[in-house]
Structures are given as C-alpha cells and as structure tokens.
T-cell receptor
Framework: GNSVTQMEGPVTLSEEAFLTINCTYT??????LFWYVQYPGEGLQLLLK?????DKGSNKGFEATYRKETTSFHLEKGSVQVSDSAVYFC???????????FGTGTRLTVIP | GAGVSQTPSNKVTEKGKYVELRCDPI?????LYWYRQSLGQGPEFLIY????????DSGLPNDRFFAVRPEGSVSTLKIQRTERGDSAVYLC?????????????FGNGTRLTVT
C-alpha cells in the first residue's frame, strides 16, 4: 500500500539556520511527491512537487529531490526565516490516482 | 481572487445528530475533494468529484457519510447519526482539472466536534 513517513516535530530553529525535514514513502508504483505547507490561519497550499526520480522541486528557497533509491523526498532550506513558521506535510499520489496520501505533518517554528 | 470557502468554520453537535458541511470551490475548478484531518494526523482522502459526479468515493469510512455536488460547483458533505469518532477537521480542496499536474487549493476547513 501507500504511506508517507515524515520527521516528527515540533522543530524549532533560529532565524538563518539550515532546515531539513525528512520524508520517506512507500508506494506500489512510481508516485508523484509533494510538499504542502499550512501557515497559521490559512489552508494547506502546495509548496513544491516532483513527478519522477531525480527531479528537484523548488519554491521560496525550499528544495526537495525525488530519490527513488532511498524512497525519500527530504525538504531543505538553507536559511529559514520567521515567516517560514508553519506545518509542513509530505504527500504522494500514484499515477492516475485521484487522491493524495499525506504524512502526519511537521510543525516548524523559527525564532528571531 | 477568492479561495476555497468552507462553512461553518466550527460546528459542535451532539452524538446521533445529522450535520452538513459546505464547500465553495474556486470558480471554474472542475475537481473537488473532501479530506478529513484528525488531531495529530495528516489529511485523509474521503471523496473526489469531477464536475457533478463522484468519481471516487473510496475514502468514505461508512454509509453514514455522503457528499453531493449537484451543479458542479458547491459541495455538501453530509454525516448522519454522528459519532464522537467523527470529530475532526474536514477539509475541502479544488483544482482546475484534477490529476497530479493540477495543484490542490485547500479551504481552511470545518472543525467538527461531536459531544
């Protein structure tokens, strides 16, 4: 079956620190991989995605590389800002499927 | 422009009652999804509409749950004989076409509490 396992939070970092949030997945096929973000008081929104092995998704300084050999899609950012404080969800979708499988979410707090 | 709107934002009901949760998707989006997020968990898929029809309802947990989208826009999730285990945040999302290349836009959710 399909599942997503992501690093448990909460994660607290100082501004300008390096961020990694780990995500590994199990899938029956070759899924597309996503990171969604939920800022305080807002709905979930797509942060970045990758649709095949070795693809790198990037947005707002965040990056994640689709690693088929390690079934991973770790989220990274070189220098976090207070405005990055949010809950981050890793997710996958099988080809032709209508739904996303989400991880449990990782809450990030960035302090000045 | 307007995003996905869900009403009410909070709903408290007694065990055994019937509830309806409403979702107004982004105008022009043909695909609409319902997810349920329990405390400490990620969202779990319930049902997907393409236009007016439920294209995939495999995530509905049992026959107490039902959803409609009669005119291909607004959708209502209906829960009969509510149970305390139904307490969760119910999320609605829409996308332009559906599929992996069409990003989902989520609403803020309806927090349902069954007492």
């Amino acid at each position: 079956g399909n599942s997503v396992t992501q690093m448990e939070g909460p994660v607290t970092l100082s501004e300008e620190a390096f961020l990694t949030i780990n995500c590994t997945y199990t899938a029956t096929g070759y899924p597309s991989l996503f990171w969604y973000v939920q800022y305080p008081g807002e709905g979930l929104q797509l942060l970045l995605k990758a649709t095949k092995a070795d693809d790198k998704g990037s947005n707002k300084g965040f990056e994640a590389t689709y690693r088929k050999e390690t079934t991973s899609f770790h989220l990274e950012k070189g220098s976090v800002q207070v405005s990055d404080s949010a809950v981050y969800f890793c997710a996958l979708s099988e080809p032709g499927a209508n739904n996303l499988f989400f991880g449990t979410g990782t809450r990030l707090t960035v302090i000045p | 422009g307007a995003g996905v709107s869900q009403t009410p934002s909070n709903k408290v009901t007694e065990k055994g009652k019937y509830v309806e949760l409403r979702c107004d998707p982004i105008s022009g989006h043909t695909a609409l999804y319902w997810y349920r997020q329990s405390l400490g968990q990620g969202p779990e898929f319930l049902i997907y509409f393409q236009g007016t029809g439920a294209a995939d309802d495999s995530g509905l947990p049992n026959d107490r749950f039902f959803a409609v989208r009669p005119e291909g826009s607004v959708s209502t999730l209906k829960i009969q004989r509510t149970e305390r285990g139904d307490s969760a945040v119910y999320l609605c999302a829409s996308s332009l076409m559906g599929g992996n290349n069409s990003p989902l836009h989520f609403g803020n959710g309806t927090r349902l509490t069954v007492t």
